[in-house]
């Protein structure tokens, strides 16, 4: 049970990640390429850990969840931290989000 949990609250923040990325790309302007461009790159990374976030679901694997489990926890650290340049909610949702996750991951951890 504790492995879904976690790999709900995982793909959970990859979906998140993604959806900011989408709403960065739909948010640059046509005529500023490199905005846009880095928005690109953004959704494709983000794109990339939503897809392995779902086969979490297909590929019951401990040292799979872990190690994504980690990874998305460090983005969302990231995020938080850049966010504080911007607004209050952009830093404490991907601050929150990844305490979250490392709090059911260690949940998971300590009743596997």
Do not use: H
Not at 47 to 62: H, K, M, N, P, W
Not at 92 to 105: I, Q
């Amino acid at each position: 049970m504790f492995y879904y949990l976690c790999a709900a609250w995982t793909t959970i923040s990859a979906a998140v990640s993604l959806g900011f990325s989408i709403q960065a790309y739909t948010k640059a302007k046509p005529q500023y390429n490199e905005a846009r461009t880095n928005a690109k790159y953004a959704i494709s990374r983000s794109f990339a850990l939503f897809i392995l976030s779902l086969g979490l679901f297909v590929f019951t694997s401990e040292p799979y969840l872990v190690a994504l489990t980690t990874i998305m926890i460090l983005v969302q650290l990231f995020d938080g931290i850049i966010g504080i340049k911007i607004n209050l909610l952009k830093t404490l949702g991907p601050l929150l989000t990844a305490f979250g996750n490392f709090y059911v991951l260690v949940v998971f951890l300590l009743n596997d």
